[in-house]
């Protein structure tokens, strides 16, 4: 089974260019989560799928963040205009459906805004 | 104060001991707790999950949780150099579906 998968890796950008991410959540998980690392920081949550439903944004820093999951499949999280404060590891975690199931990681996307 | 508290360490044990990590919350209504294993570069793994008091035995990992002093840990029987990672302690509140990570420990295991 595929785990979760991001896109890209890496992406370094100028202050005020828009950036995307990708996140290929493992098969059949409804339940997808952004989560974003600033350095010297703890993982922090930003938003909650719940297929194609946004369940929980409280995270969400500002409108410069938007997030979607067009289908219930894989999600996107724009992020326009990109500003130096933006910079650090987003991750994306999927989960079965239901409570207290296990939340399994993607590798992240580190973005670098210059 | 943070809602996850872990000492940053880094916490060095020789090869064949016990690694003990600790975690405490805030939030009294935490519900469950997990602790995530990340290797530099690498997405956080799940090594261990809890949802009552006592501790819950995995191989070699154990977990130990005690919602009256809020405090949950991990301890690692039998280290190994390649448990060296940094070990991040998560909690879900009551109604919701995030995780709250504290800042994580990083582990050193000396062959």
């Known amino acids: 089974e595929a785990g979760v998968t991001q896109f890209p890796s890496h992406s370094v950008i100028e202050k005020g260019q828009t950036v995307t991410l990708r996140c290929d959540p493992i098969s059949g998980h409804d339940n997808l989560y952004w989560y974003r690392r600033v350095m010297g920081k703890e993982i922090k949550f930003l938003l909650h799928f719940v297929k194609e439903s946004k369940q929980d944004e409280s995270g969400m820093p500002n409108n410069r963040f938007l997030a979607e999951r067009t289908g219930g499949t894989y999600s996107t999280l724009k992020v326009q205009p990109a500003e130096l404060e933006d910079s650090g590891v987003y991750f994306c975690?999927?989960?079965?459906?239901?409570?207290?199931?296990?939340?399994?990681f993607g590798d992240g996307t580190r973005l670098s805004i210059l | 104060q943070k809602e996850v508290e872990q000492n940053s360490g880094p916490l060095s044990v020789p090869e064949g001991a016990i690694a003990s990590l600790n975690c405490t919350y805030s939030d009294r209504g935490s519900q469950s707790f997990f602790w995530y294993r990340q290797y530099s570069g690498k997405s956080p793994e799940l090594i261990m999950s809890i949802y009552s008091n006592g501790d819950k035995e995995d191989g070699r990992f154990t977990a130990q949780l005690n919602k009256a002093s809020q405090y949950v840990s991990l301890l690692i029987r039998d280290s190994q150099p390649s448990d060296s990672a940094t070990y991040l302690c998560a909690v879900r509140n009551t109604g919701f579906q995030k995780l709250v990570f504290g800042t994580g420990t990083r582990l050193l295991v000396s062959p």
């Open positions: 975690a999927s989960s079965q459906a239901g409570t207290d199931q296990p939340q399994h």
